[in-house]
């Protein structure tokens, strides 16, 4: 409810604050909205959405994740050039720097909730707000996005497997959904201009999360239950306490890998009866299993980029030291879990 109100709050002033942002809309991602958050639910995601047309994409790079985004044609709305770099590259960073503004200004004039904005870190494409909650903090990471009515670039062609899992059906009505970009810079980048846009797929994962019975009825309120969400909240769990154990070790992996390495895994065991609601045990071994072996060979494919490996092959010491980590917990019944 809090978050709710601020976000309201601050959504209602950045439309007004600039023509530009005037079609801006929230959207809730991350493991709060998906249901799958374990511990206290003080940290949100939250997209603020702005709709664009006739975008063109460029690759940044050789991942098929990154993309340059100019117009077409020049735009209707006037605002947007004051956002573009000289050679018409649509800038993140400009949009980001101006958007950081409004909500730093804005925050001072919501009454009766102690609202701050966090110090900027490199490289992270939110811009994080400090809610005081006494006796503790709520922190909001507002993700600056656009959507584009445009079919997928070519990089995503072969990924989102799902067929054998939701079917023919739904990954063609998946696909046909708008396309988000998230403001985030690209560091393999040869000048960090802070002017790329990665793909995001969050709306799309939060589909599957919700719908993700082989058969329609799974975890529907008359349907047989199954423990795909319990798995991927352990795995979230998981991480999250080796990563308060070992900060430094593990600074460079994020939710983000084991909520990959859960999709693949319910492509790998595709039916409701994999995943029996009393196998939890049995189906988060198997999901750990999966992603130990991914850690093994430093190699973890994009869900829906196949040529975009999310483990860089340069940290491999540090993919060790998790499956060491993760196998070390597999073998002894969790330790760190009655820490």
Known sequence: ????????????????????????????????????????????????????????????????AYYYVSFKRSPKEKGWLKFLEEDG?????????????????EVKNIKDVEVTVARKKAGSPAITLQIKNPPSEISVDIILTLEAQQSWPLSTQGGLKIEQWLGTKVRRDLRFRSLYLVAKQNKR????????????????????????????????????????????????YLLEQLKMKYPKELEKFCSYHVKTAFLHSCVTWPNDSDWHLGDLDHCF???????????????????????????????KARHHFLSRKISHELNNGFPVFHE
Not at 2 to 12: G, M
Not at 89 to 105: G, H, N, T, V
Not at 294 to 313: A, D, E, M, R, V
């Open 89 to 105: 590259k649509l800038s993140a960073f400009k949009m980001l720097q101006a958007l950081r503004e409004i909500i730093k200004q």
């Open 189 to 236: 980048e040869k000048v960090l201009r802070g002017n790329t846009w990665r793909l995001s797929f969050s709306h799309i994962e939060k589909h599957m999360i919700h719908n993700h019975g082989n058969s329609k009825t799974c975890c529907e309120s008359d349907g047989p239950k199954c423990c795909r969400k319990g798995c991927l909240k352990l795995l979230k």
């Open 1 to 64: 409810t809090l978050v709710n109100r601020v976000v309201l709050h601050l959504v209602q002033a950045i439309r007004g604050k600039d023509s530009c942002f005037s079609s801006i809309e929230r959207q809730s991602a991350g493991s709060y909205y998906e249901r799958v958050k374990i511990s206290e639910p003080n940290e949100f995601d939250i997209m603020l959405v702005m709709p664009v047309s006739r975008i063109q994409l460029d690759e940044s790079d050789d991942t098929g």
């Open 285 to 315: 071994q198997q999901c750990l299993g999966f992603f130990v072996d991914c850690l093994q060979k430093s190699q973890l494919t994009h869900f829906f980029i196949p040529q975009y490996n999310l483990l860089s092959l340069e940290d």
